[in-house]
């Protein structure tokens, strides 16, 4: 049962990522999937997360630039990052919980399975 974040890279402020997260050994579709982000010296953030049947939470501070979407037939989730900002760079992690109440606000605690993250660096 494994998690593996893939997409991180290096991009200019203003740029676009597109971070993949996908499954191996179990099926993601009946379960709330999130990403979570930390930065150096900071604690880890929910950015954005998704239940089962498709409903979304984001964070306040990525709303309107990064969109959380998932294809079931695929088994990834994927994270859409626009308009990116200094601030964005950081290790992006996917983890799964069974509990799709775990989507709002999402707490590391709640998530079960993670992925080993990937790196995203804004910077010209």
């Known amino acids: 049962v494994q998690l593996q974040a893939s997409g991180g890279g290096l991009v200019q402020p203003g740029g676009s990522l597109r971070l993949s997260c996908a499954s191996s050994g179990f099926s993601l579709r009946a379960w709330a999937v999130a990403w979570f982000r930390q930065a150096p010296g900071k604690g880890r953030q929910g950015v954005a997360a998704?239940?089962?049947?498709?409903?979304?939470w984001s964070a306040d501070s990525v709303k309107g630039r990064f969109t959380i979407s998932r294809d079931n037939a695929k088994n990834e989730v994927y994270l859409q990052m626009s308009n990116l900002k200094p601030e964005d760079a950081a290790v992006y992690s996917c983890?799964?919980?069974?509990?799709?109440?775990?989507?709002?606000?999402?707490?590391?605690?709640?998530?079960?399975?993670w992925g080993q993250g990937t790196l995203v660096t804004v910077s010209s």
């Open positions: 998704i239940s089962s049947d498709g409903r979304i």
């Open positions: 983890a799964a919980s069974y509990y799709d109440g775990s989507i709002f606000y999402p707490n590391p605690g709640e998530f079960s399975h």
